[in-house]
């Protein structure tokens, strides 16, 4: 699978913005995808997962309330809308698929549950 991530940008403190993440190749293989974000010198941290089908949904505690994954199976497509963003929220933001029947929510915000990144997009909030 290929991911391509789009829809970062510079954003004041408060604002909103919606990223893209499109999945090509063998995209009936996809069991879930994630969001990820990092900034220099860190690790890469966990944002959102959602499942490719059905309902479930993880977030990390700190974008809870303010950041929504969503998806639409027909474009293959997965979004991440992000409300109230925050100076803390600026980072390059990853995409992530996995194509394995044994990806587990609990297990959702770690970045070996997933087999496929994106290029990353660059969100910056400035205060």
């Known amino acids: 699978v290929q991911l391509q991530a789009s829809g970062g940008g510079l954003v004041q403190t408060g604002g909103s913005l919606r990223l893209s993440c499109v999945a090509s190749?063998?995209?009936?293989?996809?069991?879930?995808m994630g969001w990820f974000r990092q900034t220099p010198g860190k690790e890469r941290e966990f944002v959102a997962a959602t499942t490719w089908v059905g309902t479930m949904r993880s977030y990390a505690d700190s974008v809870k309330g303010r950041f929504t994954i969503s998806r639409d199976n027909a474009k293959n497509t997965v979004y991440l809308q992000m409300n109230s963003l925050k100076a803390e929220d600026t980072a390059v933001y990853y995409c992530a698929a996995s194509g394995g029947s044994g990806w587990s929510i609990r297990r959702a915000d770690s970045t070996y549950e997933y087999d496929s990144w994106g290029q990353g997009t660059q969100v910056t909030v400035s205060s």
């Open positions: 190749g063998h995209t009936f293989t996809t069991y879930a």
